[in-house]
């Protein structure tokens, strides 16, 4: 994974005071404090607009900021990030600059369905520390600003797991981006982590009944009520050993 080289007709050079972030956000004096013991200074160097790359555009993604910010030290709260997101209510591409590394980060952002105005957010993903002097690549191809924006981000998210694929310990955190990220990027899809095979599927637990039966005691001794009428039993558990 590489950084990008944004096309010279996107560039915007514009300098964010703080106080724009602590308002926007509403950020309490502790908010404030860790920002400014995190986020040295920030900038919006380029705006990515379907005008300036020759791209259709999208109805949710008007366009595309990315924000430069260095910090004070290279690792930075999450709550620092979500403020600023917040604060700019459009799809957001983050470079942090420490020294002389850099890396990007990207959070899967949408219009809110529920209220007017407002974006809802997801975790952000990170690619590696790079040398700031590394070589960078082009954007990758797209038709318009959405396909643009799911391109962009793709690459910072985990890889996905087949079934046949031996899982070795994923992160909480990387389940949660990456299922929480992937799904929005598809409103009308429910993705979890377990749909995506990253976990082993559960197995509910049979719904009780107010008659029990000894049967049932024994194969489930935790449980303590019988999912099935006793004159059914003998059915019941046949099934139910098929499926243990």
Not at 27 to 41: D, H, P, T
Request: glycine share 2%; charged share 25%; hydrophobic share 40%.
């Amino acid at each position: 994974m590489t950084l990008y080289a944004w096309p010279p007709r996107t560039a915007f050079g514009r300098a964010i005071p703080k106080s724009r972030i602590y308002n926007a956000a509403q950020l309490g004096r502790a908010s404030q404090g860790k920002f400014v013991e995190q986020v040295e200074r920030m900038e919006w160097t380029h705006v990515l607009r379907a005008d300036r790359l020759n791209l259709k555009p999208s109805p949710d993604i008007e366009e595309i900021a990315v924000i430069a910010i260095d910090l004070h030290r290279p690792d930075v709260d999450p709550a620092v990030l979500a403020a600023i997101e917040k604060a700019i209510p459009r799809p957001l591409i983050l470079e942090l600059n420490h020294g002389s590394r850099t890396r990007m980060a990207m959070a899967w952002k949408r219009p809110s369905q529920a209220e007017a105005g407002k974006w809802v957010t997801a975790p952000h993903a990170f690619t590696p520390w790079l040398a700031a002097d590394a070589p960078r690549e082009a954007l990758p191809t797209a038709l318009d600003m959405a396909s643009l924006y799911a391109r962009l981000l793709d690459p910072l998210l985990p890889e996905k797991h087949t079934p046949e694929e031996p899982v070795i310990s994923p992160s909480r955190a990387s389940i949660k981006a990456r299922s929480v990220c992937r799904s929005w990027a598809n409103p009308g899809t429910s993705m979890s982590a377990r749909s995506m095979r990253i976990l082993p599927p559960t197995r509910k637990a049979p719904r009780p009944s107010n008659r029990c039966c000894p049967e049932y005691h024994r194969r489930y001794p935790k449980t303590g009520i019988c999912p099935a009428p006793c004159a059914s039993a003998a059915a019941h558990h046949s099934v139910r050993a098929t499926a243990v």
